[in-house]
Nanobody
Framework: QLQLVESGGGLVQPGGSLRLSCAASGSPLDYYAIAWFRQAPGKEREGVSYISRSGGNTNYVDSVKGRFTISRDNAKNTVYLQMNSLKPEDTAVYYC?????????????????WGQGTQVTVSS
């Protein structure tokens, strides 16, 4: 059974950076496409970025393009989300999720395994 644990969240000022990590255990991570989602208070959980099993295919929601970068190190069983130029509207709980199979998507209903989330707060 795959387990995912996020880390790296925290409080950062607008314009700052954070790197989130999603560490997997229980199964080789390269079996799965991985995505990051986020959920702000009172809002739906939205897809932020995904990465294919090999790392060759990535995608981002428009609001983070040019600021966030997703990557993976299958040897370390870890996926990362580098977040730069953070804005207050990026404040949310960030979740990583894994999907069996090769085709990644930002549809949260397509994902089989979820981490517990890590809080990101962007505020001065």
């Amino acid at each position: 059974q795959l387990q995912l644990v996020e880390s790296g969240g925290g409080l950062v000022q607008p314009g700052g950076s954070l790197r989130l990590s999603c560490a997997a255990s229980g199964s080789p991570l390269d079996y799965y496409a991985i995505a990051w989602f986020r959920q702000a208070p009172g809002k739906e959980r939205e897809g932020v970025s995904y990465i294919s099993r090999s790392g060759g295919n990535t995608n981002y929601v428009d609001s983070v393009k040019g600021r966030f970068t997703i990557s993976r190190d299958n040897a370390k069983n870890t996926v990362y989300l580098q977040m730069n130029s953070l804005k207050p509207e990026d404040t949310a709980v960030y979740y990583c999720a894994a999907r069996v199979g090769s085709f990644p998507t930002l549809d949260k209903y397509k994902y089989d395994y979820w981490g517990q989330g890590t809080q990101v707060t962007v505020s001065s």
